[in-house]
């Protein structure tokens, strides 16, 4: 079974700094990773997903993460950090051989992403 | 286009008695999928309905259990219900496509009390 280890359950980081959100997944076939963040009270919205090609994906609201197959990392970056990008991230993979899903989503524990004015 | 919607938003039932919570997909999906965000446990996979079958199911009791409607709505029945089973309840719809993309409804607040 995947598995998804999200190492920190809060960031703080001051605004208008830089912010890595860390990602490692288990697996070590072919693998499909998204990122979801979801705002206070309110259902997930994808950020960013890597399926294949380049391994620097760039996704919504600023976010980029850069897929490392030899690290089983899916790191989440952002240059510059706003207050509305407060909210909890989540980390996911999936199995491409799964047959659409059979699954679902693995996520990892989430990481809360606390902007410091 | 409309997103997934979900309902109701919040639901309130006591200890043992049933809740049913609902979940109609984008237009033009097929598969639903079923997710437990409760406290503390993160996000876990529970139901995938795809054109009206159950295909899979994750850790869950049998108690957990829904259906899928010819138009592709999806229905969560949580039977005998206990504390435990207070969380936020996502649902998600996907096109049936071979990657999983999948997009999230707002949730459904279940407290158990």
């Known amino acids: 079974a995947q598995s998804v280890t999200q190492l920190d359950s809060q960031v703080p980081v001051f605004e208008e700094a830089p912010v890595e959100l860390r990602c490692n997944y288990s697996?070590?076939?072919?693998?499909?990773l998204f990122w979801y963040v979801q705002y206070p009270n309110q259902g997930l919205q994808l950020l960013l997903k890597?399926?294949?090609?380049?391994?620097l994906v760039k996704g919504i609201n600023g976010f980029e993460a850069e897929f490392n197959k030899s690290q089983t990392s899916f790191h989440l970056r952002k240059p510059s950090v706003h207050i509305s990008d407060t909210a909890e991230y989540f980390c996911?993979?999936?199995?491409?051989?799964?047959?659409?899903?059979?699954?679902?989503?693995?996520f990892g524990k989430g990481t809360h992403l606390i902007i410091q004015p | 286009e409309a997103g997934v919607t979900q309902s109701p938003t919040h639901l309130i039932k006591t200890r043992g008695q049933q809740a049913t919570l609902r979940c109609s997909p984008i237009?033009?999906?097929?598969?639903v999928y079923w997710y437990q965000q409760a406290l503390g446990l993160g996000l876990q996979f529970l139901l995938w309905?795809?054109?009206?079958?159950?295909?899979n199911r994750g850790n869950f009791p049998p108690r957990f259990s829904g259906r899928q409607f010819p138009n592709y709505s999806s229905e969560l029945n949580v039977n005998a219900l206990e504390l435990e089973d207070s969380a936020l309840y996502l649902c998600?719809?996907?096109?049936?496509?071979?990657?999983?993309?999948?997009?999230f409804g707002p949730g459904t607040r279940l407290t158990v009390l």
């Open positions: 309905y795809d054109e009206g079958e159950e295909r």
């Open positions: 996911a993979v999936s199995d491409p051989h799964s047959g659409g899903g059979a699954d679902g989503l693995t």
């Open positions: 998600a719809s996907s096109p049936g496509t071979t990657y999983n993309e999948q997009f």
């Open positions: 697996s070590s076939v072919s693998v499909y």
């Open positions: 237009s033009g999906h097929t598969s």
């Open positions: 890597y399926l294949s090609g380049s391994t």
